[in-house]
């Protein structure tokens, strides 16, 4: 009896163990994370970045290919004063020389600045406009201090 119990358990363990090995292997187009999201590769970002928590990785990531939009989008968290005039410049600095990013690295450590981009993911998700995505991080993240948006 104990050996069908540890039997079934190995079995049930493994079937688990197949199952989230093939659910990280969908052909999903690198460039997207599987939402219709344009998205930078992480292989281009800096050691930092692909060391961090999967949600700043996915803000750093549409931050880099969405300039567009996170241009458009301000700041909460203070960083005005270090120059950022949006929430982009919380994580790109500018380019290099040589045509690459120069990244920055404020929004590893700052919470505020990837809660923005989470929130604006999930409204370009929604269908929302910039401008509708900018009055909703304006209402819900302005209690935390002054915009960095000139």
Do not use: W
């Not at 690295?105 to 929130?119: E, R, Y």
């Amino acid at each position: 009896m104990l050996i069908d119990n540890k039997k079934s358990f190995f079995l049930l363990f493994l079937t688990f163990l197949i199952l989230l090995v093939t659910a990280g292997c969908g052909g999903s187009d690198p460039q997207s994370n599987g939402s219709n999201l344009k998205m930078a590769s992480m292989e281009d970002m800096p050691t930092e970045v692909r060391a961090a928590a999967v949600t700043v990785q996915e803000a750093y990531q549409f931050n880099v290919a969405n300039p567009d939009v996170m241009r458009q989008i301000p700041c909460y968290c203070g960083c005005g004063s270090m120059g950022h005039k949006s929430n982009y410049d919380c994580y790109v600095a500018g380019m290099n020389e040589d045509g690459s990013i120069k990244y920055d690295t404020h929004a590893l450590g700052c919470s505020i600045c990837v809660d923005i981009t989470q929130d604006t993911m999930r409204l370009t998700k929604e269908g929302k406009t910039v401008e509708q995505i900018k009055a909703y991080v304006d209402q819900n993240y302005a209690q935390y201090g002054p915009s960095n948006m000139p």
